[in-house]
T-cell receptor
Framework: NAGVTQTPKFQVLKTGQSMTLQCAQDMNHEYMSWYRQDPGMGLRLIHYSVGAGITDQGEVPNGYNVSRSTTEDFPLRLLSAAPSQTSVYFC????????????FGSGTRLTVV | GDSVTQMEGPVTLSEEAFLTINCTYTATGYPSLFWYVQYPGEGLQLLLKATKADDKGSNKGFEATYRKETTSFHLEKGSVQVSDSAVYFCALNSGGSNYKLTFGKGTLLTVNP
């Protein structure tokens, strides 16, 4: 049981480049989310999904796109990277967000230069 | 809206000392409360949880009690170890149509031998 798997672990992008952060879970969880973690800011929700084909915006969605074509996968796309998107990104999934909370991946550390 | 306030760090203790990390919250209804731990270079792991008033969550010697009257969920451990050194996050989810985990800003704990 791998849990939540994120790739890559580290990435350096140039301003204006695009990329996709991958997230996969093997627990058959309906709820999946993307957070970013910045010093002094805690974790902030970017986008979330309540099931395949259903996504919605979180607190800080600008500059990011998501899709959920399967229960297992929830990729996060950076359309045109900016230095302000330098952060650590976490994917999380949950069976029942109020009872079990979320299971987090190990994160992707992204630097935009 | 929902919010979580936890004590600012860093907190530095000697091994076998008593630990308290304060957490208070503001939320609509009856939120579920969580403590997550993040070890260096890793993702967040669920440490313990409580889903209703007066519940006590416990794990690995850590405890926290859901106090609705004081809107608090303080984390305690009777005797900390060097291996407990990490960042601790208090979080809540208020359920319903709210799919977001609202986090405190985290408290860095360092335990010295």
């Amino acid at each position: 049981n791998a849990g939540v798997t994120q790739t890559p672990k580290f990435q350096v992008l140039k301003t204006g480049q695009s990329m996709t952060l991958q997230c996969a879970q093997d627990m058959n969880h309906e709820y999946m989310s993307w957070y970013r973690q910045d010093p002094g800011m805690g974790l902030r929700l970017i986008h979330y999904s309540v099931g395949a084909g259903i996504t919605d915006q979180g607190e800080v969605p600008n500059g990011y796109n998501v899709s959920r074509s399967t229960t297992e996968d929830f990729p996060l796309r950076l359309l045109s990277a900016a230095p302000s998107q330098t952060s650590v990104y976490f994917c999380a999934s949950s069976y029942s967000r109020t009872v079990n909370g979320y299971t987090f991946g190990s994160g992707t550390r992204l630097t935009v230069v | 809206g929902d919010s979580v306030t936890q004590m600012e760090g860093p907190v530095t203790l000697s091994e076998e000392a008593f630990l308290t990390i304060n957490c208070t919250y503001t939320a609509t209804g009856y939120p579920s409360l969580f403590w997550y731990v993040q070890y260096p270079g890793e993702g967040l792991q669920l440490l313990l949880k409580a889903t209703k008033a007066d519940d006590k969550g416990s794990n690995k010697g850590f405890e926290a009690t859901y106090r609705k009257e004081t809107t608090s969920f303080h984390l305690e451990k009777g005797s900390v170890q060097v291996s407990d050194s990490a960042v601790y996050f208090c979080a809540l989810n208020s359920g319903g149509s709210n799919y977001k985990l609202t986090f405190g800003k985290g408290t860095l704990l360092t335990v010295n031998p």
